[in-house]
């Protein structure tokens, strides 16, 4: 895995454990700040990753497109 991988991925779960106090019923402003900037994180990474994917999906396809590529038929001429 790569660091940014690895970054995102502790982010994602640093998201996840804010939602803890929500359902334990925890409300302040500076937390719903928090919460905020926490979606505003996950908004970011969603953003990341789909192009990630797409890069990966538009290569994968261009290799695929190269390789069945009709090849020259062998020359006739003797």
Partial sequence: MKQTE???S???VVALLSL?????GHRSLLY?????SML????WLAVRRLRRIRAAADEARRIRDETEKPQRPPSLDG
Avoid: C, K, R, T
């Fill in 32 to 36: 719903s700040l928090w919460l905020l």
């Fill in 6 to 8: 690895i970054i995102e």
């Fill in 20 to 24: 803890w106090p929500v359902i334990l």
């Fill in 40 to 43: 505003g994180v996950m908004a």
């Fill in 10 to 12: 502790a982010l994602i």
